[in-house]
């Protein structure tokens, strides 16, 4: 028989689906194994053949874990809402959710021709309500919870509200809040129901919280940083602008330091790791006090070198902060306006990276609260409203920031040090600071000097000095940042929220979910209002509980519904935890499956989400595990990035005006232009000349030089992309190869984690070992060949080497290297003629995880009947590599004359008599006497004689 890809394959995915050989259910007699992959968006344009790279590599992983007795959960499902979709409902009317389904059921397609071990019972889609539900729920519960940094853990907000009923605000010291409040148990009491809300939304986990966005009016939306180029949005050129807006937040920073801690736990690559901790961004410094002269304004800095008080010759402010205002004099305030109006068009992410100078002075001078000394403030957008408190102590002779601003402003540099160098020569801009030396000879007016301190000793003496005076506290503060949760879209989850007197009140949990509405028009509404503004029915009825119509709204028991939408981190933040309980309609996870599945064990994914999806489902797992919803407070246990696929482009060299083509190696005689060519016509680099004429219209006539009768092509590597013809389909690499040369050839291409080119030139050699192995079974006439003969002891070395070489690869996803181990292997054994069923059918179980279909048709040839998925997975014995023979080369006097073979378990004294009696030696013994004879077992004999 013939190896035909196309029934097997067909037959066996068939199979496969109607027998639902990937269900998996919860088995309290075996342990779990929890494989997932990062679920992708469902595009439009289909995957390409850099898609399923990680899909099958954790493919691999997941049926080997099955061989060896693992209950593998492997779900696969779609990351649903978003910006594609709703994008191309704008221009052409077509609603997002019909495009969705569409994109999906292509995607669904693309992937059953691949044969993947999905358990697609568990699919979810983020877009589904059924599924939303539960970001809904998280949400109202991270509405409902306060963070306790004392207790490291999220608190339900009844327990605040019994504080403040007793102590007022006594107890906040401890919570991660966007503000410090004071009030006493007796104002609280007073408080209105609205105020008391105001007060409870400072401490919430979800919150609405006023906060700098990059608006963009004539979008009428939030832009993210990366939507925004040179102060314009990157799609339509509109202005943007600095925004304070309203806008749900999730309290992420509260978690701060969880994250950090947890990474030691996880087992991710250390860039990945290093990633995300610059990213949190811990760093432990000093929140100082200082007054302002003439005013009873204080306000403080924040500063990690407090050190360097001695240093500072100015101080400045964000221009966002509120002590602008407060601080500027009449005199200064027209050219700090001029100032503020001019920042607010730089997103913050521009001015990180702009090291340009700017700034105005306020007229106002703080105190030194070391020294006395009279600073002026200034303002300047180098300081960022956002981290630490917003204001500055300016050190110039040690920060390059405050240097460049001094030198700019012609502020003053006064190093710690008398008399020390602060030219620009002695900047060292990498590090920042001038000099690393502690003041010395400089004192407080009390005397607290830091003479003869390190730089060390001298932070924590002035931290010391600094609490012991009431001048400030030790700090730690965190760069990550709360998440801004709000988007003025249509096509993400609605929020589950009226609004009450202008403030927000949760939708019974009951009435979850809360269905997104239908709208007529995607875009903002024209008095710029998010696309839910253009919904008719989009009220809460808070008497029959239910959405009704807006023409009912009367503040009284009918209120509007938020019109902002989820971010799209939304939906992908717990969906490995719905996996593994899908269809449960009254919890996110039902305790028995939580328990059981417990978390992640493999996460593969795109290095591309370390800072966004990574902290935001590590963020919102750590909640739920605070709820005792999640078991484990980590999500994803091990983590492999794959690389991406890059394509390999192909060129055709036109003859400059003609609409004549030449071959590459003949193109340097003429004048050509190089143009990209469909990947698809092209075979090993040569052009499938009538293909060609068909491709376009304006190559029907085209002519041809060749070279030996053949147009050769000319190829880059690039980014895969329609517009460089270079996009692979899988489609048709199943086609004319099949699934599993597919899979095997995406495995062969290089390590998971680098990224590569894809190269159709090779795929060839991958059918080819497929149609090997299948000739392993049917070697004669294509007859089926099997036998029950005793293994020979070649037939067992070659098959122990294999089964020890692919599992070592597999534990550490080396594929790659397993492929060519494969090759060998079947190459041994066809070489050998063997035919032991006990070889082959172990070679069957090792191949199963890479090529699924061909090792199920011959698993179920061999007189099988359970599938091949559940075949143990074959156990090397050392027994069988170890070498028969040791082949020695024999020395005289250190040369080396010939080699003898000896048994490989021969003693130093055997192989000692072996070597002297033997033929070959005597020739170079005669009429010598042997001194000394050294073997070394496995390398040497050297017989000295004279
Ligand atoms: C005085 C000083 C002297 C500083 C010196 C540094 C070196 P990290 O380590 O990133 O936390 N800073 C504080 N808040 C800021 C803000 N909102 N925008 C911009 N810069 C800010 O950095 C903390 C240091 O960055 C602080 O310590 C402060 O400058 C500055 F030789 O204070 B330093």
Same mark, same amino acid.
């Given at each position: 028989?013939? #190896?035909?890809?196309?029934?097997?394959?067909?037959?066996?995915?068939?199979?496969?689906?109607?027998?639902?050989?990937?269900?998996?259910?919860?088995?309290?007699?075996?342990?779990?194994?929890?494989?997932?992959?990062?679920?992708?968006?469902?595009?439009?344009?289909?995957?390409?053949?850099?898609?399923?790279?990680? #899909?099958?590599?954790?493919?691999? /992983?997941?049926?080997?874990?099955?061989?060896?007795?693992?209950?593998?959960?492997?779900?696969?499902?779609?990351?649903?809402?978003?910006?594609?979709?709703?994008?191309?409902?704008?221009?052409?009317?077509?609603?997002?959710?019909?495009?969705?389904?569409?994109?999906?059921?292509?995607?669904?397609?693309?992937?059953?021709?691949?044969?993947?071990?999905?358990?697609?019972?568990?699919?979810?889609?983020?877009?589904?309500?059924?599924?939303?539900?539960?970001?809904?729920?998280?949400?109202?519960?991270?509405?409902?919870?306060? /963070?306790?940094?004392?207790?490291?853990?999220?608190?339900?907000?009844?327990?605040?509200?019994?504080?403040?009923?007793?102590?007022?605000?006594?107890?906040?010291?401890?919570?991660?809040?966007?503000?410090?409040?004071?009030?006493?148990?007796?104002?609280?009491?007073?408080?209105?129901?609205?105020?008391?809300?105001?007060?409870?939304?400072?401490?919430?986990?979800? #919150?609405?919280?006023?906060?700098?966005?990059?608006?963009?009016?004539?979008?009428?939306?939030?832009?993210?940083?990366?939507?925004?180029?040179?102060?314009?949005?990157?799609?339509?050129?509109?202005?943007?602008?600095?925004?304070?807006?309203?806008?749900?937040?999730?309290?992420?920073?509260?978690?701060?330091?969880?994250?950090?801690?947890?990474?030691?736990?996880?087992?991710?690559?250390?860039?990945?790791?290093?990633?995300?901790?610059?990213?949190?961004?811990?760093?432990?410094?000093?929140?100082?006090?200082?007054?302002?002269?003439?005013?009873?304004?204080?306000?403080?800095?924040?500063?990690?070198?407090?050190?360097?008080?001695?240093?500072?010759?100015?101080?400045?402010?964000?221009?966002?902060?509120?002590?602008?205002?407060?601080?500027?004099?009449?005199?200064?305030?027209?050219?700090?306006?001029?100032?503020?109006?001019?920042?607010?068009?730089?997103?913050?992410?521009?001015?990180?990276?702009?090291?340009?100078?700017?700034?105005?002075?306020?007229?106002? /001078?703080?105190?030194?609260?070391?020294?006395?000394?009279?600073?002026?403030?200034?303002?300047?957008?180098?300081?960022?409203?956002?981290?630490?408190?917003?204001?500055?102590?300016?050190?110039?002779?040690?920060?390059?920031?405050?240097?460049?601003?001094?030198?700019?402003?012609?502020?003053?540099?006064?190093?710690?040090?008398?008399?020390?160098?602060?030219?620009?020569?002695?900047?060292?801009?990498?590090?920042?600071?001038?000099?690393?030396?502690?003041?010395?000879?400089?004192?407080?007016?009390?005397?607290?000097?830091?003479?003869?301190?390190?730089?060390?000793?001298?932070?924590?003496?002035?931290?010391?000095?600094?609490?012991?005076?009431?001048?400030?506290?030790?700090?730690?503060?965190?760069?990550?940042?709360?998440? !801004?949760?709000?988007?003025?879209?249509?096509?993400?989850?609605?929020?589950?929220?009226?609004?009450?007197?202008?403030?927000?009140?949760?939708?019974?949990?009951?009435?979850?979910?809360?269905?997104?509405?239908?709208?007529?028009?995607?875009?903002?509404?024209?008095?710029?209002?998010?696309?839910?503004?253009?919904?008719?029915?989009?009220?809460?009825?808070?008497?029959?509980?239910?959405?009704?119509?807006?023409?009912?709204?009367?503040?009284?028991?009918?209120?509007?519904?938020?019109?902002?939408?989820?971010?799209?981190?939304?939906?992908?933040?717990?969906?490995?935890?719905? #996996?593994?309980?899908?269809?449960?309609?009254?919890?996110?996870?039902?305790?028995?499956?939580?328990?059981?599945?417990?978390?992640?064990?493999?996460?593969?994914?795109?290095?591309?989400?370390?800072?966004?999806?990574?902290?935001?489902?590590?963020?919102?797992?750590?909640?739920?595990?605070?709820?005792?919803?999640?078991?484990?407070?980590?999500?994803?246990?091990?983590?492999?990035?794959?690389?991406?696929?890059?394509?390999?482009?192909?060129?055709?060299?036109?003859?400059?005006?003609?609409?004549?083509?030449?071959?590459?190696?003949?193109?340097?005689?003429?004048?050509?232009?190089?143009?990209?060519?469909?990947?698809?016509?092209?075979?090993?680099?040569?052009?499938?000349?009538?293909?060609?004429?068909?491709?376009?219209?304006?190559?029907?006539?085209?002519?041809?030089?060749?070279?030996?009768?053949?147009?050769?092509?000319?190829?880059?590597?690039?980014?895969?992309?329609?517009?460089?013809?270079?996009?692979?389909?899988?489609?048709?690499?199943?086609?004319?190869?099949?699934?599993?040369?597919?899979?095997?050839?995406?495995?062969?291409?290089?390590?998971?984690?680098?990224?590569?080119?894809?190269?159709?030139?090779? !795929?060839?050699?991958?059918?080819?070992?497929?149609?090997?192995?299948?000739?392993?079974?049917?070697?004669?006439?294509?007859?089926?060949?099997?036998?029950?003969?005793?293994?020979?002891?070649?037939?067992?070395?070659?098959?122990?080497?294999?089964?020890?070489?692919?599992?070592?690869? !597999?534990?550490?996803?080396? /594929?790659?290297?397993?492929?060519?181990?494969?090759?060998?292997?079947?190459?041994?054994?066809?070489?050998?003629?063997?035919?032991?069923?006990?070889?082959?059918?172990?070679?069957?179980?090792?191949?199963?995880?890479?090529?699924?279909?061909?090792?199920?048709?011959?698993?179920?040839?061999?007189?099988?009947?359970?599938?091949?998925?559940?075949?143990?997975?074959?156990?090397?014995?050392?027994?069988?590599?170890?070498?028969?023979?040791?082949?020695?080369?024999?020395?005289?006097?250190?040369?080396?004359?010939?080699?003898?073979?000896?048994?490989?378990?021969?003693?130093?004294?055997?192989?000692?008599?072996?070597?002297?009696?033997?033929?070959?030696?005597?020739?170079?013994?005669?009429?010598?006497?042997?001194?000394?004879?050294?073997?070394?077992?496995?390398?040497?004999?050297?017989?000295?004689?004279?």
């Amino acid at each position: 028989m013939e #190896y035909n890809f196309r029934d097997i394959e067909q037959k066996w995915q068939k199979t496969w689906a109607a027998e639902k050989t990937y269900h998996v259910e919860i088995d309290e007699q075996k342990n779990k194994f929890y494989v997932l992959n990062m679920f992708p968006y469902p595009s439009g344009a289909g995957l390409h053949v850099g898609h399923p790279l990680g #899909y099958i590599a954790s493919d691999i /992983y997941a049926r080997y874990k099955r061989q060896c007795g693992y209950n593998v959960l492997n779900p696969m499902g779609y990351d649903a809402y978003g910006l594609p979709a709703e994008q191309y409902a704008i221009q052409t009317g077509q609603h997002p959710a019909v495009t969705t389904e569409t994109n999906i059921k292509r995607y669904r397609e693309q992937l059953d021709k691949i044969g993947f071990s999905f358990d697609w019972d568990r699919e979810v889609r983020t877009c589904d309500p059924k599924y939303y539900h539960w970001t809904q729920w998280a949400f109202e519960q991270m509405f409902n919870h306060f /963070y306790c940094k004392k207790c490291e853990k999220a608190q339900p907000i009844s327990k605040l509200i019994k504080k403040f009923e007793t102590e007022g605000s006594a107890c906040t010291a401890h919570l991660a809040q966007s503000e410090e409040l004071h009030f006493t148990a007796d104002e609280w009491k007073q408080m209105s129901e609205v105020e008391k809300q105001q007060v409870l939304m400072n401490y919430r986990i979800a #919150y609405l919280g006023e906060t700098m966005v990059n608006w963009c009016p004539k979008l009428g939306t939030v832009l993210a940083n990366d939507e925004v180029v040179d102060g314009v949005s990157e799609r339509g050129g509109y202005p943007v602008v600095q925004k304070k807006m309203k806008q749900w937040c999730l309290r992420v920073s509260a978690y701060a330091q969880r994250l950090l801690d947890g990474l030691d736990k996880i087992d991710w690559t250390d860039s990945l790791k290093e990633t995300q901790r610059n990213w949190i961004g811990r760093s432990e410094g000093t929140e100082m006090q200082f007054s302002v002269k003439d005013s009873d304004v204080k306000f403080t800095i924040f500063t990690t070198r407090a050190d360097t008080i001695f240093g500072v010759t100015f101080m400045v402010l964000a221009p966002e902060s509120e002590l602008v205002q407060q601080l500027t004099t009449e005199a200064q305030k027209a050219e700090v306006n001029a100032y503020l109006d001019a920042t607010k068009k730089r997103t913050e992410r521009e001015r990180i990276a702009d090291r340009r100078v700017t700034g105005v002075f306020t007229g106002a /001078y703080a105190i030194n609260p070391f020294t006395g000394d009279e600073i002026p403030v200034w303002v300047s957008d180098y300081v960022l409203a956002g981290y630490g408190t917003g204001a500055i102590m300016a050190v110039p002779a040690h920060d390059s920031r405050d240097y460049a601003f001094a030198r700019h402003f012609d502020l003053p540099i006064v190093p710690l040090i008398e008399g020390a160098d602060v030219s620009e020569e002695s900047f060292d801009a990498k590090e920042g600071t001038v000099m690393n030396s502690p003041a010395d000879g400089k004192q407080t007016l009390n005397g607290f000097t830091l003479n003869g301190l390190s730089v060390k000793e001298a932070i924590a003496a002035t931290k010391k000095f600094v609490t012991e005076n009431n001048l400030g506290r030790v700090k730690v503060n965190f760069r990550l940042r709360d998440a !801004i949760f709000s988007r003025q879209r249509y096509w993400g989850e609605p929020f589950p929220v009226y609004y009450k007197d202008g403030m927000p009140q949760m939708v019974p949990e009951a009435c979850l979910p809360l269905e997104l509405p239908e709208v007529t028009k995607f875009l903002p509404t024209e008095t710029g209002e998010p696309p839910l503004g253009n919904a008719t029915r989009w009220a809460w009825d808070t008497e029959a509980n239910c959405v009704t119509d807006n023409s009912r709204i009367d503040n009284k028991t009918v209120f509007p519904l938020e019109l902002s939408t989820m971010p799209g981190f939304a939906g992908s933040s717990a969906y490995y935890l719905r #996996y593994m309980d899908p269809a449960n309609d009254t919890a996110l996870v039902g305790k028995q499956a939580d328990e059981y599945w417990q978390n992640v064990d493999l996460y593969i994914g795109g290095s591309e989400h370390a800072t966004g999806h990574l902290i935001y489902s590590r963020f919102w797992d750590k909640f739920l595990f605070d709820l005792g919803v999640s078991c484990k407070d980590e999500p994803f246990q091990k983590l492999v990035n794959q690389g991406m696929i890059q394509g390999r482009s192909n060129f055709v060299y036109r003859i400059k005006d003609t609409n004549t083509f030449v071959s590459l190696g003949l193109k340097d005689q003429y004048d050509t232009t190089p143009i990209h060519v469909d990947v698809n016509i092209v075979h090993n680099d040569v052009l499938d000349v009538e293909a060609f004429k068909q491709w376009r219209p304006e190559y029907a006539t085209a002519e041809f030089v060749l070279e030996d009768g053949k147009y050769v092509c000319g190829w880059a590597i690039e980014k895969m992309s329609k517009s460089m013809y270079n996009v692979v389909n899988p489609d048709m690499i199943v086609e004319k190869y099949g699934a599993d040369t597919l899979r095997l050839y995406e495995m062969f291409l290089g390590p998971i984690n680098q990224s590569k080119p894809w190269d159709s030139n090779g !795929i060839d050699g991958c059918f080819r070992f497929l149609r090997k192995t299948w000739n392993l079974f049917y070697p004669k006439n294509g007859e089926w060949a099997v036998t029950d003969a005793e293994p020979t002891k070649e037939n067992l070395k070659t098959l122990h080497k294999l089964i020890k070489k692919v599992s070592e690869d !597999i534990e550490v996803f080396s /594929y790659n290297t397993s492929i060519p181990a494969f090759m060998i292997a079947v190459g041994e054994l066809a070489q050998q003629k063997c035919t032991s069923r006990a070889v082959l059918e172990q070679v069957v179980a090792l191949l199963a995880p890479f090529a699924p279909h061909i090792a199920e048709e011959l698993w179920h040839t061999l007189g099988h009947t359970t599938t091949v998925c559940d075949a143990e997975w074959p156990k090397y014995d050392e027994q069988y590599l170890k070498e028969d023979t040791q082949t020695l080369s024999i020395s005289f006097n250190g040369k080396t004359r010939f080699t003898l073979d000896f048994p490989a378990d021969a003693t130093k004294e055997a192989i000692q008599e072996a070597a002297l009696t033997s033929e070959q030696a005597q020739k170079h013994l005669e009429g010598k006497q042997v001194v000394k004879v050294i073997v070394v077992p496995g390398r040497i004999v050297n017989i000295v004689v004279k």
